[in-house]
């Protein structure tokens, strides 16, 4: 087999990690297992990442960088005339939906490294500095949004953006737990209508005139 250098192996091997966590949990993401999903001896496993700590955090880190691009990539760039904030933010929430159902595994996966993280100091870090990157860049682009919209706006972007991604995280655990896997069940259309009904609330906090907590 053609020597492949760190640098490309490395990535290969975290692809190879979450693929294989996302089918089967955590727990089965063991070097040797790891090794024999991408095909490799397992000594190269152990030499691009040293402990199953770093493979977390490389896992973590590929993740994150993930939901950003999906994030990134739903809202439209406008050509002609403003941008309707509204559309834009169903776009997001429907590329995140659908990558939920699509690939449900690694939403789990996130799951149980954020459960293993909060545990670990240095994870934790970690798992906090993306949290402000997903936030701050779903922030960034509905500031933009705002910025070309009609009308006036009442909250700060990153309010907005903390608001509904937590309120998505909790609806796609919901939707973990309660899924059955069948399209167009009743989990996948209670899910549906809680989707629309944070969608609603987050659409609610940019309206003028929408007082301020505590005002």
């Known amino acids: 087999m053609a020597h492949i250098p760190a640098a490309e ?4 091997l975290v692809q190879a990690a979450i693929e294989l966590m996302a089918r089967e949990g955590v727990d089965a993401g063991s070097t040797r297992a790891i090794a024999a999903e991408l095909g490799v001896a397992q000594a190269t496993v152990h030499y691009t990442f040293g402990t199953k700590r770093d493979l977390y955090r490389a896992v973590i880190e590929q993740m994150t960088v993930e939901l950003v691009e999906l994030v990134r990539g739903a809202v439209p760039v406008e050509q002609d005339g403003p941008a309707d904030f509204e559309r834009s933010m169903r776009r997001m929430a429907e590329a995140l939906w659908h990558a939920l159902l699509e690939q449900p595994g690694r939403f789990r996966l996130y799951v149980e490294l954020t459960t293993y993280a909060v545990r670990s100091p240095d994870l934790h870090d970690l798992l906090r ?6 936030e701050e860049t779903a922030a960034d682009l509905i500031a ?27 609806l796609s655990l919901r939707h973990l737990v309660m899924g059955d896997g069948k399209p167009e069940s009743a989990a996948d259309q209670e899910s549906a209508a809680d989707l629309e009904r944070l969608l609603e609330a987050t659409l609610n906090l940019t309206r003028a005139g929408t007082p301020a907590p505590g005002a």
């Open 9 to 12: 192996r490395r990535p290969q």
């Open 129 to 134: 500095r993306h949290q402000r990157d997903l």
């Open 144 to 170: 933009g949004v705002l910025a070309r919209a009609d009308g006036a706006h009442a909250a700060d972007p990153l309010v907005v953006a903390r608001f509904f991604l937590q309120g998505f995280d909790g």
